[in-house]
């Protein structure tokens, strides 16, 4: 069981706005600003698209967008795209230096 | 551009070992943590290890540690994680990645699979 929880599936039509939440507890989503977010495609490897809550690295679309409340992070994806459909993960630094990773969320773009 | 590339994986009893490699390029290898992280199917992703650059500074996930052993050699722009007294639950592909702090893990190699089978 994996200990950040995220929604198993998420679903949206292309244009359209989703977002995929990450919750946690103040001992690691809560506790600090270091939540990151990760989209996979199948077969490939985990790409950093978010970090340390609403950041994105160089060359990642302003279409994805991160935030944080209390102990839920959320990743936002807008003007959803065929390309997006993949998994996303969620990431949380914890008490310890311990890293904690969400069991995954497939988006489908209908 | 910044890659890195897994090599070593494979098919091994239970019990058995494996040495997996990583090979760096496109950045200061030698400034840079490295992690190590498992995707098991139904468990998702797990930080295994991490080294620092200067390899004084290195942690182990509980479910290897004793067991696995991280190591690099910065002459080589390699990282290598040493894998023993293998178990069928540590089936899964491995990753490594470059660890620039707090979960903040990019790039990632492509990962190797390592199947622990009888």
């Known amino acids: 069981q994996s200990a950040l929880t995220q929604p198993a599936y998420v679903s949206g039509s292309p244009g359209q706005s989703i977002a995929i939440s990450c919750t946690g507890t103040s001992s690691d989503v809560g506790s600090d600003r270091y939540v990151s977010w990760y989209q996979q495609h199948p077969g490939k490897a985990p790409k950093l698209i978010i970090y340390?809550?609403?950041n994105r690295p160089s060359g990642i679309s302003d279409r994805f967008s991160g935030s944080k409340s209390g102990n839920t992070a959320s990743l936002t994806i807008s003007g959803l795209q065929a390309e997006d459909e993949a998994e996303y993960y969620c990431c949380s630094h914890a008490v310890g230096r311990i890293l904690l990773f969400g069991g995954g969320t497939k988006l489908t773009v209908l | 551009q910044v890659q890195l590339v897994e090599s070593g994986g494979g098919l091994v009893e239970p019990g058995g070992s494996l040495r997996l490699s990583c090979a760096a390029s496109g950045f200061i290898f030698s400034d840079s943590y490295m992690s190590w992280i498992r995707q098991v199917p139904g468990r998702g992703l797990e930080c295994i290890s991490y080294i620092s650059g200067s390899q004084d500074d290195v942690y182990y996930a509980d479910s290897v540690k004793g067991r696995f052993t991280i190591s690099r050699d910065n002459g080589k722009n390699s990282l290598y994680l040493q894998m023993n007294s293998l178990r069928v639950e540590d089936t899964g592909v491995f990753y490594c990645?470059?660890?620039?702090?707090?979960?903040?893990?990019?790039?990632w190699g492509q990962g190797t699979l390592v199947s622990v089978s009888s």
């Open positions: 990645a470059r660890d620039m702090g707090f979960g903040r893990y990019d790039p």
């Open positions: 340390e809550v609403s």
